[in-house]
């Protein structure tokens, strides 16, 4: 069971915990600080295996079993890391920001004019989108998006597939003229 089946609804009871869980600990993060909603949590969860771990005893205690700690199968568990795991994550982590520092170089050096005219509106239309949401604010929305758009894409899929094509053609048509109009902002054919 995957992260698509989530966020696709395929087990409702497991899409609905997630979904609500996440939420809350977003809306929690609104009212209460990260250290005290960490906190928090680390306090319900220790709450609720003492609970757990003291009921167990009484009960062993009254029918006299001996049925040993209720968590030994977890506490067996091995949860370190290998060190090829770790190599593995550092060496994505490294692809990723290496790829992120040449692209940020590229737009901001203006190595093509075109897209970083589209960085620069993209970075004005944020600075909008700053004023009227913090992160949070912005975070929360697009949970509830992931949870909600591909639900809805798949049951409009024809009708959005149509009115995406139309946006997209009437972009290009723009753009074509934009680059048209700027002398030095022809793309070069690749």
Request: with cysteine; hydrophobic share 50%; proline share 2%.
């Amino acid at each position: 069971f995957g992260a698509i089946d989530l966020l696709y609804w395929r087990n409702v009871k497991q899409s609905g915990a997630v979904f609500g869980s996440v939420l809350l600990l977003l809306f929690s993060l609104t009212q209460f600080s990260v250290v005290s909603v960490g906190a928090y949590l680390a306090l319900a969860a220790l709450s609720a295996t003492i609970s757990f771990r003291i009921y167990k005893s009484v009960l062993q205690a009254v029918q006299k079993t001996d049925e040993g700690h209720p968590f030994k199968s977890y506490l067996e568990v091995e949860i370190s890391l290998s060190q090829d795991q770790i190599g593995k994550y550092a060496d994505k982590a490294l692809l990723y920001s290496n790829t992120c520092m040449k692209e940020l170089r590229r737009l901001f050096l203006v190595q093509d004019l075109i897209d970083s005219l589209k960085f620069a509106v993209l970075m004005w239309l944020l600075t909008y989108v700053g004023a009227l949401f913090n992160g949070l604010t912005l975070l929360i929305l697009a949970v509830v998006s992931m949870f909600s758009m591909p639900i809805v894409y798949e049951k409009n899929q024809a009708q959005i597939d149509q009115y995406v094509g139309l946006i997209r053609t009437q972009v290009n048509s723009v753009v074509g003229k934009i680059q048209a109009k700027i002398p030095g902002a022809k793309r070069k054919e690749e």
